[in-house]
């Protein structure tokens, strides 16, 4: 059973929205997936109430379409909203970087280099899932760091919207070498608190995966870019 326990302060259907949308994220419900709500509840451990509040709030966000008379499932990809969330991304990236790099304490960038270090060593080992989990952890200690809440709600919502899709995407061995050497930047930047740097390397480093995922889905393999909109 995947229980939801209510938090202090946090009610029952922004937790069960919160591991919906960790579900959606991670590909365990696929688009077009059709949302059972009494299996779901069943899972959860929830009654039907909550369970519906949680998936209008991720209708909300677009990660769940409703259907008149007949539910819920998980939104289908929209190339075209891919490619726009990409876009703002690549801005949301680069302020984080600007605002991270001087304000990351020396706690949280010893965590990110732990990240960095283990991320290393499973992109040597070809463990592609768990290369991107550190991966995923560097970027949300990036956030973190920027200590703007405004900005980290903006991430996740454009970012659930294409997440699953921005890490499924089949990947060359250039294009994987690339993105490692640009986490190596990033780490360079981080520790000289160089903000504008850190935020020109996030900018391309989103740029670069967009073209990744713009090439597997068969579009432009050249996407515009953020400086060229």
Known sequence: MLEIKQLARIPLHEAISERLRGLIVDGTLPPGEKLLEKTLCESFGVSRTPMREAIHTLAGEGLVTLIPNRGAI???????????????????????????????G??????????????????????????????????????????????SDLR???????????????????EWALAVAEHEEMLVALKARDGDTLSEILQ?????????????LGLDPEPLTLNEA
Request: charged share 20%; no cysteine.
């Open 106 to 151: 020396a706690q949280t960038l010893a965590a990110l280099q732990g990240h960095h270090a283990a991320m290393l060593e499973n992109y040597h080992a070809g463990a592609r899932a768990l290369y991107y989990k550190h991966n995923r952890a560097i970027h949300d200690l990036i956030f973190e760091a920027a200590q703007n809440d405004v900005l």
């Open 204 to 216: 391309r480093h989103t740029q670069s995966k967009r073209k990744q995922v713009s090439r597997w």
């Open 74 to 104: 998980v939104a289908r990809i929209d190339n075209t909203q891919v490619m726009d969330g990409f876009i703002v991304m690549e801005a949301l990236e680069a302020l984080a970087g600007k605002l991270a790099a001087p304000r990351m």
């Open 156 to 174: 996740r919502q454009v970012q659930s919207r294409f997440v699953s899709l921005r890490f499924a995407a089949a990947i060359s061995a250039e």
